[in-house]
């Protein structure tokens, strides 16, 4: 599978990479999906501590432990829960941090992490303190390089200004296209890379009938689309002849800026089905201007 650059680093990411938080709490069908995807080609693997309150951490750890090398593991941090007890809280604070790696190291059996990801923030956080935090971790090796998860535009700048970031981890689909107006260009210019989540938009981009949609997104649309709007528009994006699956990936693969497509998966069939998906051939630039032309250029609105 081909891999592209992560920021200025010397991470060479998979184009799709394996989002970790739906592999589920069974230990035997996780590693299974994990091993999928790494013989698939993908090297990419996100997770983070709060996932099933570092049960998923430990799932990755097991199933990467003979072929760490080769894998750029992702993690994140900045949710702080307590084993056994529902609910977190957010906490950006350079000693929470310094705290939590060793947790998540113990339970990947690893001693460094490719990239460490700040899970969240706001423009209220003491940034210059996460920052430390994150650059100390560096210079004692115990990770390589650091990003964030975020769709704030005052929070992703903030960052970009004062920290050496080398990705961030954002939304982006057909159906949610905020990124493009300001973001996608702004990270380019500035060598940070997109590292995009949700593509397939609740499975609303995948071949998966809109009638089997969740009763929230029957009532309540998804984003800016009522469920009506996205009755007319689904049908118009399957006219080009590709899979809604292929469509979706390959949109976000198409911006300069995006080197991975992080895309979940519960069961092994959705991993063969994403991977043929991202090897398929790119989007042409008529197939691009006509999903434009039909789906909505929003903005972020909030957050500045």
């Known amino acids: 599978m081909d891999k592209r650059r992560l920021g200025s680093s010397q991470l060479f990411v998979s184009k799709i990479g394996l989002g970790c938080m739906s592999i589920g709490t069974d230990e035997e069908k996780a590693i299974q999906i994990i091993d999928t995807a790494l013989d698939s080609g993908i090297n990419y693997l996100d997770t983070a501590d709060l996932y099933d309150q570092g049960l998923n951490e430990e799932f990755v750890g097991k199933a990467i432990k003979q072929k760490r090398q080769n894998i750029i593991l992702a993690t994140k941090v900045g949710n702080r829960f307590e084993k056994g007890k529902e609910g977190w809280s957010w906490d950006p604070s350079k000693n929470y941090i310094k705290t939590a790696v060793k947790n998540s190291l113990l339970r990947l059996q690893t001693d460094y992490i490719d990239l460490y990801q700040l899970h969240g923030g706001t423009i209220e956080d003491n940034i210059d ?11 004692e090796g115990v990770i390589r390089y650091y990003g964030i998860s975020s769709i704030r535009p005052n929070v992703i700048r903030e960052f970009v200004k004062k920290s050496s970031i080398i990705s961030v981890m954002m939304q982006y689909s057909i159906l949610d296209r905020r990124p493009e107006e300001e973001i996608l260009s702004f990270l380019k210019e500035h060598e940070v890379s997109v590292v995009t989540r949700g593509p397939v938009a609740k499975g609303l ?19 800016d689309y009522s469920f009506e709007e996205l009755e007319a528009i689904l049908p118009s994006l399957k006219n080009t002849g590709r899979s809604l699956t292929e469509i979706a990936l ?6 300069d800026a995006v ?3 992080v895309t979940g998966a519960s ?3 959705q991993i063969n089905q994403n991977v043929v998906a991202a090897n398929a051939s790119p989007l042409t630039k008529e197939e691009i201007h006509h999903i434009r032309q039909i789906s909505k250029a929003s903005v972020y609105a909030q957050h500045r």
Do not use: D
Request: hydrophobic share 30%; aromatic share 10%; with cysteine.
């Open 129 to 139: 303190e996460t920052i430390e935090a994150f650059e100390e971790l560096k210079q």
């Open 259 to 261: 080197a991975s497509v």
């Open 250 to 255: 390959q949109y976000c693969l198409y911006e």
């Open 205 to 223: 981009l995948t071949n998966r009938p809109i009638e089997h949609s969740s009763e929230h997104i029957k009532q309540n649309g998804y984003l």
């Open 267 to 269: 069961t092994v069939e």
